[in-house]
């Protein structure tokens, strides 16, 4: 049994049908892609990871216990973080009042901005979240005003401010959408290390198979709302199902 099991997810938008009949397990301390072509429901099956959308049918488990009717901050106290398509960072912040930012949101998920500055000297929270800017390499950027940033910068910022809280799992949304390739390598590298580091599970979605087949350790590949395959990489690329739902290929 993985960390995350979805077993039997359905979700319908009217009469359209974007999950039905979802079976997903993602194992502990592994990187699990979920890909597909556009509409394929992978941004819909992440909603109801975090508590965005509650499903029609089925059930989503983290670790034993129901995410299913949680609000999202009661998720992430669960122990998943979340990054989504467009980073998620306060601009007229610095670097390292971002990274606080978490270490001071109430149990309803709620923080107060201006308490983040006047405890922001404390020795024990400052080194933590130092240590967290040292290890995704942004530390001499700490007192940088984050609108100021590139988007490859504010995606390692928030990957920073979710590693503060010290997640069990890490939910990414397209991660390097948007970015250079040079910002996605890094991206990846990044993303590497975090693996390496911690005792952590990341489930991505992402269009990139550059991306994908980088990092993955298995790969589900959705389809019209459905799982159609899943394995490990090396056989998911040729896969004559995958090579007729999906256009993108491996490079």
């Known amino acids: 049994m993985g960390i995350l ?43 109801c990871l975090v508590g965005k959308l509650i499903p029609d049918t089925g059930s989503v488990m983290f670790d034993g216990q ?10 992430n106290q669960m122990g998943i973080s979340r990054v989504f398509q467009t980073p998620e960072i306060f601009g007229d912040l610095t670097v390292m009042e971002n990274v606080l930012i978490p270490c001071f949101a109430k149990r309803d998920g709620a923080f107060e901005l201006n308490a983040i500055s ?8 400052k080194e933590k979240a130092e240590g967290i800017l040292r290890d995704v390499n942004m530390l001499d950027k700490r ?21 503060v809280q010290e997640p069990r799992m890490l939910l990414l949304d397209e991660p390097t959408a948007g970015m250079a390739r040079a910002d996605t390598n890094n991206t990846i590298d990044l993303l590497k ?25 298995r790969i589900t590949v959705l389809a019209q709302g459905t799982p159609l395959v899943e394995d490990l990489p090396e056989n998911i690329k040729g896969h004559p199902k995958v090579r007729e739902a999906y256009l993108g290929e491996a490079h």
Do not use: W, Y
Not at 118 to 125: I, P
């Open 5 to 47: 099991e979805v077993k039997g997810v359905g979700k319908n938008f009217g009469g359209l049908k974007a999950l039905s009949d979802v079976n997903l397990s993602v194992q502990e301390n592994t990187v699990h892609a979920i890909i597909g072509p556009n509409g394929a429901g992978k941004s819909t099956l992440l909603n």
């Open 66 to 75: 129901s995410v299913l009717g949680r609000k999202p901050h009661e998720i």
């Open 118 to 125: 006047a405890v922001s000297g404390q020795n024990d929270m």
């Open 143 to 163: 007192n940088m005003h984050a609108a100021a940033m590139s988007r490859g910068d504010k995606r390692r910022l928030e990957m920073a401010m979710c590693l």
């Open 193 to 217: 290390e975090i693996k390496e580091q911690r005792d952590i599970t990341i489930a991505i979605i992402e269009h990139d198979m550059h991306v994908v087949f980088s990092l993955a350790d």
